[in-house]
């Protein structure tokens, strides 16, 4: 019975954690190999949660082997050190311990979660997945099988076949343009060796970004953080992926019998660490990343009904930066959506917003701040993410004020530089009609 309870109240949501974001009391904590975490410690409920980011990921796969970060990451947690792979899911079952490891463009992401009683195995299972992995024969074949089924899947997938293409497009010769997941080439050439290589390559303690929450103090934390990272390099070997260039405007069609037309656009946008990416941030929630309020669903979806959705988001990244638009339309009804969808584009990028659309904006975005902090593993993550983007200990206690401090000038001119509605990159995926490729 206890067992029992212990387990529940590991799966249950940690509600009861939940804090305002100006509440979050954030310490950093350094151990002696220089390792350094930000701790938020807080008892309520005994447990706590890791994560990690590195500055890795796919834009590192050598040519060749692209889906390397991908399928590495997918395998760290497959048995490593003394355990065996189905040795190290029971051990991790047991100790009632959550540990993933994965991959994106940018990132390696490691996230734990642990009851405190068994912090300590926590952590070490942790280490043993980010240096002793062991890619046994058997779980490397499976795991790639694995791999190999999903790009076949993922052939048959409008969407993800239309973003594939967008990617390759926009970003062109740079890294980023290669999918994370890679090829059935790739991924049948990757070896053992290969793998090992990354990891050796890529993860070390200077590019980590560590976030610690929950049942434990900075006396207690500083020794797992030693024993966990100290073993990594000191430095990584990663090489500078450059910036990206500005994308090539254009359509591309994919004819595909589906009842419906996937269509993904972008266009060259902001870093993370530019200075109009706040202003741009508030823009896109009233041009096309405020659900049902923004200007692109009222438009495409409410008063004409072409698409269930349609939306735009920001997309920066590590080396360039994307604004992007997504919709699904009929294939009769695609190039009217398609042509609502820029005209709201363009009246942004001319135009900017209202005071009005500006003051639902700010009110919502920093009145749903703190929905971002409510449970362990979420501030763990809020906190890992502005390490990694270098926003500063203080961001939290300042990003609301950065939000109230945006004008319509700011808006206007953030947007004149996000969005450019006459170098767009556009691919659709179906029959439209009023949709035709470029050369």
């Known amino acids: 019975m206890l067992r029992f309870a212990k387990a529940c109240a590991f799966l249950l949501p940690v509600l009861a954690f939940a804090l305002p974001a100006h509440a979050v009391d954030i310490e950093p904590v350094r151990g002696d190999s220089g390792v350094e975490a930000w701790l938020v410690s807080e008892d309520t409920v005994p447990i706590v949660a890791v994560e990690v980011l590195f500055h890795a990921g796919s834009h590192l796969d050598p040519e060749g082997r692209e889906g390397l970060a991908e399928l590495t990451t997918s395998l760290m ?3 490593a050190g003394p355990y065996d792979s189905q040795a190290f899911a029971a051990r991790l079952r047991d100790l009632n311990v959550s540990l993933s490891v994965s991959a994106g463009r940018d990132t390696v992401h490691v996230q734990m979660r642990t009851l405190t009683e068994n912090v300590d195995e926590a952590f070490g299972l942790m280490r043993l997945a980010l240096t002793e992995p062991r890619f046994d024969e058997e779980d490397v074949a499976r795991v790639r099988a694995q791999a190999l089924a999903g790009l076949a899947q993922d052939e048959e997938d409008p969407n993800t076949v239309a973003y594939r293409t967008f990617f390759a497009e926009a970003f062109g010769a740079h890294p980023y343009a290669t999918p994370t997941s890679g090829s059935p080439e790739s991924i049948t050439a990757i070896t053992v060796g290969d793998m090992r290589a990354y990891l050796a390559g890529s993860l070390a303690r200077d590019n980590a970004s560590i976030a610690v929450v929950g049942d434990i103090s900075a006396q207690d934390l500083i020794p797992l953080l030693d024993k966990t990272f100290s073993t990594l390099p000191e430095t990584s070997e990663r090489a500078d992926a450059g ?10 069609l994919i004819e595909r019998d589906n009842p419906q037309t996937v ?7 902001l870093k993370r660490d530019d200075a109009d990416f706040i202003p741009a941030y508030v823009m896109n929630y009233v041009l ?5 309020v923004s200007r692109m669903f009222k ?5 004409r009904g072409l698409a269930y959705t349609a939306y735009t988001s920001l997309y920066p990244l590590r080396h360039g930066g994307l604004t992007m638009g997504y919709f699904a339309s009929g294939n009769a009804t695609a190039g009217e959506a398609l042509s609502v969808a820029r005209q709201q584009i363009a009246d942004v990028a001319a135009n900017g917003i209202t005071e009005d659309e500006l003051e639902i904006a700010k009110t919502y975005l920093t009145g749903s701040y703190a929905l971002r902090f409510d449970s362990s593993r979420a501030i763990a993550s809020q906190l890992a993410a502005i390490q990694f983007e270098d926003l500063g200990i203080d961001y939290i206690n300042e990003r609301n004020g950065l939000i109230e401090a945006v004008t319509l000038d700011d808006i206007k001119r953030a947007a004149s530089r996000a969005l450019s509605p006459d170098a767009m990159r556009i691919v659709a995926v179906g029959k439209p009609e009023g949709i035709s490729a470029t050369e």
Request: proline content about 7%; charged content about 15%; overall charge negative.
């Open 288 to 292: 096309g990343g405020g659900s049902f």
């Open 299 to 303: 438009q495409v979806r409410e008063e």
């Open 243 to 252: 910036a990206t260039e500005p994308l090539v405007p254009g359509v591309t």
């Open 77 to 79: 947690t497959q048995g």
């Open 263 to 269: 269509v993904v656009m972008g266009m060259t946008g």
